[in-house]
Nanobody
Framework: QVQLVESGGGLVQPGGSLRLSCAAS????????MGWYRQAPGKQRELVAA???????NYANSGKGRFTISRDNAKNTVYLQMNSLKPEDTAVYYC???????????????WGQGTQVTVSS
């Protein structure tokens, strides 16, 4: 069993910052890509940023220059530093991890439960 637990969401004023964390635990042999997605009311879930085990990153245009994704492989944890937040960043943020639970398993994608980020004055 694998669990992804997010933390760090909340209410912040426009221009403010938040740091999200997501820790993976349970039966984990190796994690490939970890990422952050978000879903605003009435909209589809969209990629925010992703990072490979070697540190290669990919960002959606909406977050380039404002968001930074990083990870600690030893802790199976991924972070999302969000600066210069805008009201349109308001959404539920989900982390995910593509991983092998055991040496001989196939690759699976797991999701966290989501954390609310609200940007409002």
């Amino acid at each position: 069993q694998v669990q992804l637990v997010e933390s760090g969401g909340g209410l912040v004023q426009p221009g403010g910052s938040l740091r999200l964390s997501c820790a993976a635990s349970g039966s984990i042999f190796r994690i490939n890509v970890m990422g952050w997605y978000r879903q605003a009311p009435g909209k589809q879930r969209e990629l925010v940023a992703a990072i490979t085990s070697s540190g290669t990153t990919n960002y959606a245009n909406s977050g380039k220059g404002r968001f930074t994704i990083s990870r600690d492989n030893a802790k199976n944890t991924v972070y999302l530093q969000m600066n210069s937040l805008k009201p349109e960043d308001t959404a539920v943020y989900y982390c995910n991890a593509d991983l092998w639970p055991t040496l001989d398993s196939k690759l699976f994608r797991y999701w966290g439960q989501g954390t609310q980020v609200t940007v409002s004055s």
